[in-house]
C-alpha cells in the first residue's frame, strides 16, 4: 500500500556533528514533500519544504534532498545544536489534476543531541 | 505564516463527557483542518474544516463523535463528544497557505 515512512525510529548524534533523517515514500505520485519538527508539548513547526521539479532544496543549517528514482527524502541539519533535539516527521502530498489531495505525515524519527 | 493559538491547551475530563477545543488563526484561510496524535504518534486528519458547510471527514472519524464548526475563515471548533480513555491525544489545529500547513500548539486531552 502506499506509505511514508523512516528507516530510523530513533537518532543520537554529538553536539557539531551532522544529522541525516531519511524517510521513504512509496506512491511516485506524491509531488510535494515537508519536513516538520516537533518539540515535546508543541505542535509541529514547519522546516523546509521540496518540491518534485527539484532534488535539492537549502534552509538555514537544513538541507532536504529528494531522490525520486527509489523514493527517498532525506533531511540533513548541519553542526547539530542541543535544540535540535525533537521528533521530526517528513509529510507528503499528492495533487490530483486540480485538486489537492491531503498530506499524509509518516512515522517520525527522534532525534537526541548529546553535549 | 498565520499564528494559530488553540485552547485549551490541555485538560482532563472525564468518560461520558465532551469537550470543545477552539482554534483561533490571526488572518483569514481557506482550508483549516484538524489533526490527532495519539501519544508516541505520527499525525492523522480528521476532518477538513469547511467554511459554510458541512466538514469533510476522513474514514474512521464520523460527525456524531466529532462535529466540527467553521463559522468564518479564521476561527474553528472540534468537538469531541461522549469521550472514552481512548480519545486521550494531543489534537491539532492546521491550516493551509500554498501548499504548505501550520500548526498550532495542539490541545493535550486526557480522558479518565
Known amino acids: 500500500g502506499e506509505s511514508v515512512g523512516l528507516h530510523l525510529p530513533t537518532l543520537s548524534v554529538q553536539e557539531g556533528d551532522n544529522s541525516i533523517i531519511n524517510c521513504a515514500y512509496s506512491n511516485s505520485a506524491s509531488d510535494y514533500f515537508i519536513w516538520y519538527k516537533q518539540e515535546s508539548g508543541k505542535g509541529p513547526q514547519f522546516i523546509i519544504d521540496?518540491?518534485?521539479?527539484?532534488d535539492k532544496r537549502q534552509g538555514q543549517r537544513v538541507t532536504v534532498l529528494l531522490n525520486k528514482t527509489v523514493k527517498h527524502l532525506s533531511l540533513q541539519i548541519a553542526a547539530t545544536q542541543p535544540g535540535d533535539s525533537a521528533v521530526y516527521f517528513c509529510a507528503e502530498k499528492r495533487h490530483y489534476g486540480g485538486s489537492q489531495g491531503n498530506l499524509i505525515f509518516g512515522k517520525g524519527t527522534k532525534l537526541s543531541v548529546k553535549p | 505564516s498565520a499564528v494559530i493559538s488553540q485552547k485549551p491547551s490541555r485538560d482532563i475530563c472525564q468518560r461520558g463527557t465532551s469537550l470543545t477545543i477552539q482554534c483561533q488563526v490571526d488572518?483569514?484561510?481557506?482550508?483549516m483542518f484538524w489533526y490527532r496524535q495519539q501519544p508516541g504518534q505520527s499525525l492523522t486528519l480528521i476532518a477538513t474544516a469547511n467554511q459554510g458547510s458541512e466538514a469533510t471527514y476522513e474514514s474512521g472519524f464520523v460527525i456524531d463523535k466529532f462535529p466540527i464548526s467553521r463559522p468564518n475563515l479564521t476561527f474553528s471548533t472540534l468537538t469531541v463528544s461522549n469521550m472514552s480513555p481512548e480519545d486521550s491525544s494531543i489534537y491539532l489545529c492546521s491550516v493551509e497557505d500554498t501548499d504548505t500547513q501550520y500548526f498550532g500548539p495542539g490541545t493535550r486531552l486526557t480522558v479518565l
Open positions: 521540496i518540491r518534485s521539479n527539484m
Open positions: 488572518s483569514q484561510v481557506t482550508m
